[in-house]
């Protein structure tokens, strides 16, 4: 993965590479039809990529979150214990990638990410509203999360609008940036 910075102007900046597989692929399978972790596979044991970049087509928007066990009133702080309720519900428009369920204990020791969710639709509008409506009907008790911060994150203007950027967490929420 290549990722480039846009800037007001239209201009390109280079930010990073990665050759590793993203946290972020989901997205792209969604937009693609294309599943990742399997051209990965193929090319590993030799195989030649099943598609160019000519072939492969681009349908709807996708938005992923990542629901997190952390604290945002105090700095997104890690947050830890017995998940004693936690269900976050998937359907043809939403993907929920997770390795944690009820009873399950968040601990200190490891990525406190409980769950990627993605939002999918024909429009950037239909990918944002499935993935609030999933997150405003998910349960998570036991641990603090970042759920109800998601929640207001979707229905802020200025990401309605397509128009938040790399300060928009410390232009809306700046009591909660450390």
Not at 103 to 126: E, L, V
Request: proline share 5%; hydrophobic share 40%.
């Amino acid at each position: 993965t290549v990722e480039f910075l846009l800037d007001s102007d239209g201009a390109f900046y280079f930010l990073e590479m990665n050759t590793r597989l993203q946290v972020e692929h989901p997205v792209t399978e969604l937009v693609t039809g294309l599943d990742l972790v399997e051209w990965q596979l193929r090319v590993a044991r030799g195989e030649p990529l099943p598609l160019q970049q000519e072939s492969i087509t681009l349908r709807g928007h996708a938005i992923e979150v990542r629901l997190y066990a952390e604290n945002p009133t105090q700095g997104f702080l890690p947050a830890t214990g017995r998940l004693t309720c936690f269900d976050v519900p998937s359907h043809e428009s939403v993907r929920v990638d997770t390795g944690v369920e009820t009873g399950d204990r968040i601990s200190p020791f490891y990525d406190a990410m409980m769950a990627k969710i993605i939002g999918f639709g024909a429009t950037r509008d239909d990918a944002r509203r499935s993935l609030q409506r999933s997150l405003e009907c998910s349960t998570v008790f036991g641990v603090d999360s970042n759920r109800d911060f998601l929640i207001d994150v979707l229905k802020q203007p200025q990401f309605v609008a397509g128009q938040a950027t790399t300060a928009f967490i410390n232009d809306i929420y700046p009591e909660q940036v450390m």
